[in-house]
């Protein structure tokens, strides 16, 4: 479950990073997106990112019990 907690939350932490790209305009990718130069979206990845984040350190501290 903890190995699984962490795949989950580095996954959560890549597509926040993409998202946080895309709505910034840093990462255009693929050109004509929705999503490219839209900050909803980048605040969007933003939470994503610390869902991932939090996943991440909730599972390191359960493993260390």
């Known amino acids: ?3 699984l907690m962490v795949v989950l ?6 597509i926040g990073l993409a998202w946080i790209g895309q709505g910034t305009g840093r990462f255009p990718y693929p050109a004509g997106n929705i999503m490219n130069n839209n900050m909803a979206w980048a605040y969007r990845g933003t939470g994503l990112a610390v869902l ?3 996943l991440v350190v909730f599972s390191r501290k359960r493993g260390k019990k």
């Open 1 to 3: 479950m903890k190995k």
């Open 9 to 14: 939350g580095a996954f959560l932490i890549l």
């Open 52 to 54: 991932g984040i939090i």
